[in-house]
T-cell receptor, first 118, second 113 residues
Framework: DAGVIQSPRHEVTEMGQEVTLRCKLI?????LFWYRQTMMRGLELLIY????????DSGMPEDRFSAKMPNASFSTLKIQPSEPRDSAVYFC????????????????FGNGTRLTVT | AQSVSQHNHHVILSEAASLELGCNYS??????LFWYVQYPGQHLQLLLK??????LVKGIKGFEAEFIKSKFSFNLRKPSVQWSDTAEYFC???????????FGTGTKLQVIP
């Protein structure tokens, strides 16, 4: 099991540029979560998908952020245009609920993408 | 809406000291509770979880947590910490048949040799 794979590990870009973060879920998992971690705000849920469908995107900061799941195993988080305040570590996590309780499955996190916007 | 509070932001202990990190959640219904650990420079990993049954849950590396429903608490404990336990610890909850997991702000634990 390769785990959740995120790319790139580090991204440095200039303000105004488009940034795309990528995530490959663990095979067979049906839920995908994007989190952002900063010193000031801790770990914030941005959006999560279940069976490729966005369920809750209330954490997405503004229209500059968008996320997609083009298939069951892959997701992208795009920031366009990027701003210095977007600098953070972005984590992707996946999970699979069991039949008895689809909501009790723990999250499996990727190694994160450290984004720096200058 | 569910929320999680971790009141200790930064804890410093000497090796062999006992540890207790507080976690309180706000939701009146059925909850699933988790503790995750993030070692320096690494991603979050599951330490332990509570879904139902015995309120005292044992996890990896000698950690345990006790679910006290009347206090809406799920405190993490370890009788004797080691230097390798230096990390950030996150309490998390999901509830109400809803898959969204809400994390606390985290507690940084520093263990001094």
């Amino acid at each position: 099991d390769a785990g959740v794979i995120q790319s790139p590990r580090h991204e440095v870009t200039e303000m105004g540029q488009e940034v795309t973060l990528r995530c490959k879920l663990i095979s067979g998992h049906n839920s995908l979560f994007w989190y952002r971690q900063t010193m000031m705000r801790g770990l914030e849920l941005l959006i999560y998908f279940n069976n490729n469908v966005p369920i809750d995107d209330s954490g997405m900061p503004e229209d500059r952020f968008s996320a997609k799941m083009p298939n069951a195993s892959f997701s992208t988080l795009k920031i366009q245009p990027s701003e210095p305040r977007d600098s953070a570590v972005y984590f992707c996590a996946s999970s699979l609920g069991d039949r008895g309780n689809p909501y009790n499955s723990p999250l499996h996190f990727g190694n994160g993408t450290r984004l720096t916007v200058t | 809406a569910q929320s999680v509070s971790q009141h200790n932001h930064h804890v410093i202990l000497s090796e062999a000291a006992s540890l207790e990190l507080g976690c309180n959640y706000s939701y009146g219904g059925t909850v699933n509770l988790f503790w995750y650990v993030q070692y320096p420079g690494q991603h979050l990993q599951l330490l332990l979880k509570y879904f139902s049954g015995d309120p005292l849950v044992k996890g990896i590396k000698g950690f345990e947590a006790e679910f006290i429903k009347s206090k809406f608490s799920f405190n993490l404990r370890k009788p004797s910490v080691q230097w390798s336990d230096t990390a950030e610890y996150f309490c998390a909850v999901n509830s109400g048949g809803y898959q969204k997991v809400t994390f606390g702000t985290g507690t940084k634990l520093q263990v001094i040799p």
